[in-house]
């Protein structure tokens, strides 16, 4: 049980946010800067995006809760979201719970430092990954273990996705476009039938169709 959560928790975080995705977007966004400048980018968007989605993963349910939104519609709405996200990585096209417009891209190219916006959000927290934290959360039912699970993986694929930022330019050379490119869709497919099966348990724990 403990293995399939963190199995699940980090197979979903790693599709949402998307390390490689990320450090495609920051390599050239930072390609007319140092080194040093770059780095250090990196670093604190890494930080700023961990942030954000830790607290939305400790508060994000008791936030819903004040809202009146149920754990079965959290799970159906969340579903849908991220089979959205699963064809659109699929079919190689640009999400937008994962990445920018291109007005935010033309904003981001005149701005010196990047950091927070938008390589930390909504790049790395975007709405995907929030509503993820906040779903796989509301799993565990109160496990306190199942819970450290959750933001342990988290935590791993942010970990990943700074080190994908620090070695970003290294990383778009070897892969190149259509290394990238299978990735992406190999992560969609799976992001997919999670999606679906996100679906399924809301719509059984709902009691829609009857008991």
Do not use: W, Y
């Amino acid at each position: 049980m403990l293995t399939e959560t963190a199995s699940l928790a980090f197979a979903t975080f790693f599709a949402t946010i998307a390390p490689l995705d990320v450090a495609a977007v920051f390599a050239a966004l930072t390609s007319n800067s140092s080194v040093r400048h770059s780095r250090s980018m990196a670093v604190r968007a890494t930080l700023i995006a961990t942030v954000i989605l830790v607290m939305f993963a400790l508060v994000g349910e008791l936030l819903l809760a004040s809202l009146g939104i149920s754990l079965a519609a959290l799970r159906a709405a969340g579903g849908i979201l991220l089979l959205l996200m699963g064809i659109e990585m699929v079919f190689a096209r640009s999400s937008g719970a994962t990445s920018t417009t291109e007005e935010e891209e033309q904003e981001a190219m005149l701005k010196q430092d990047i950091s927070i916006f938008p390589i930390a959000t909504p790049m790395i927290a975007g709405p995907g990954a929030m509503g993820v934290a906040i779903l796989l959360m509301a799993n565990t039912e109160g496990d306190v273990t199942q819970q450290f699970i959750v933001i342990a993986s988290l935590l791993a694929v942010l970990l990943i996705t700074g080190v994908c930022l620090l070695l970003s330019s290294q990383i778009n050379r070897f892969l190149g476009i259509t290394g990238m490119q299978v990735i992406s869709r190999i992560m969609g497919v799976l992001l997919s039938a999670l999606a679906v099966q996100f679906v399924f348990d809301g719509i059984k724990q709902s009691g829609v169709f009857g008991a």
